[in-house]
């Protein structure tokens, strides 16, 4: 790609589309440019690089896992919440 149109605008598009090794490439290019003068360049690379940690394969496991966790622990209290409407139902129909 030429690289006249590495702008802002399009790295904010690769990153909010998820691309964010692009954005990020953009974002420090233009850092170059700006000699680290621009504050807001410099927090766009930091915001990048956050996001790019958390696609690290050792990442998506952790999430994973703890997604998964949290799945099975709404699964367990769904289930015990229909088991006392049953409950509940029982007991009033005996009065």
């Not at 490439?25 to 927090?43: K, M, P, S």
């Amino acid at each position: 790609m030429d690289h006249a149109y590495h702008t802002r605008e399009l790295a904010s598009a690769y990153e909010t589309q998820g691309y964010y090794k692009e954005a990020l490439e953009i974002y420090t290019r233009l850092d170059e440019t700006f000699q680290g003068t621009d504050t807001d360049v410099q927090a766009s690379c930091r915001r990048v690089e956050t996001l790019l940690a958390r696609e690290e394969p050792g990442n998506r496991e952790t999430r994973l896992t703890a997604l998964l966790e949290n799945w099975l622990t709404l699964w367990r209290m769904s289930h015990h919440l229909t088991t006392m409407t049953h409950l509940i139902a029982q007991v009033r129909s005996r009065k």
